[in-house]
């Protein structure tokens, strides 16, 4: 499925007309090295106007723009993000030059901007949380043996009813019966990949547009495949559009997708089997051929 059909960049005719409408300071700062981004990250890429397939990945190196496309896009869309997308004070004048066009009315209401961030959060939201519980757990195990250790007192008034029940309880069950039944149980008991797959996989649903930012991050060779394998199924049965940036080969290799070199000069869609990097692991393996065997 299509949602978005086209993306437009300011020109470099663009930039300069705002670069000298505006005050001379910014003037000053954009022909100097301090950073006015966005401006003049695209123009010298020759990459004005982008069309997207169901799946459309964006590839390239640090520093190649694949990230600040997915934010820009998602600024100009109003698509929701968890994590902050990076702001300049010349992000709006920017974006007010882009221009874009929908195959739709208008974008679904499940569309979602999930970049690593995201991604990272949540795992440390989750290491924390079991790290409270790790504590808790600590706590009870030396309460469950102090508290077998001391000797019963009769019960004097309602009021220690409770910690009169707890005592009981000690003295009469196992430690695990004993803790279990006090401890929160653990978020997730997932490897890092794991709980990152099972992320992606909750937040994609039916029939939306996806913008994702090296979901690869997090994920090993084994689960970035079967992330690859999710997305494909995903857009071609499922209506989900995706614009992806990413180096991962797994992802690159997926069936149908159109992918923009943003290393090239200028930018230009590619096969996955002509990307440098991939070219780089192909001759790798070539090199160790016979290792294999």
């Known amino acids: 499925m299509v949602y978005l059909k086209e993306f437009t960049l300011p020109t470099e005719r663009d930039e300069s007309g705002f670069i000298l409408s505006y005050p001379y300071q910014l003037e000053m700062k954009c022909y100097s090295h301090e950073n006015v981004y966005p401006f003049k990250l695209f123009p010298q890429k020759g990459m004005e106007r982008l069309e997207f397939e169901p799946i459309t990945v964006f590839y390239g190196g640090n520093g190649s723009g694949k990230s600040t496309l997915l934010n820009l896009m998602a600024k100009k869309l109003n698509v929701p993000s968890s994590a902050p997308v990076n702001e300049t004070p010349y992000m709006d004048d920017y974006l007010s030059m882009c221009r874009y066009s929908l195959a739709v009315k208008k974008l679904p209401a499940g569309s979602l901007r999930i970049a690593s961030d995201d991604v990272f959060d949540m795992l440390l939201d989750i290491r924390s949380v079991n790290g409270e519980i790790d504590r808790k757990r600590e706590e009870l195990f030396r309460e469950y043996y102090d ?42 008991g997932r490897s890092n990949g794991e709980t990152a797959f099972y992320y992606f996989t909750q937040k994609i649903e039916e029939n939306a547009l996806y913008l994702l930012d090296e979901p690869e991050n997090s994920l090993s060779p084994k689960l970035q495949r079967e992330l690859a394998e999710y997305l494909e199924n995903a857009a071609r049965f499922f209506g989900c559009q995706f614009v992806i940036s990413t180096h991962s080969p797994f992802l690159l290799a997926m069936k149908g997708a159109m992918i923009y070199d943003l290393d090239s000069r200028p930018v230009q869609v590619k096969k996955w089997t002509e990307l440098e990097n991939v070219r780089e692991y192909f001759s790798f393996f070539e090199g160790h051929r016979e290792e294999f065997r």
């Open 147 to 188: 508290t077998r250790e001391t000797p019963m007192e009769p019960l004097r008034d309602l009021s220690q009813y409770e910690d009169f029940k707890r005592r009981i309880e000690a003295k009469s069950k196992t430690k695990s019966v004993y803790v279990s039944r006090r401890l929160p149980r653990e978020m997730d």
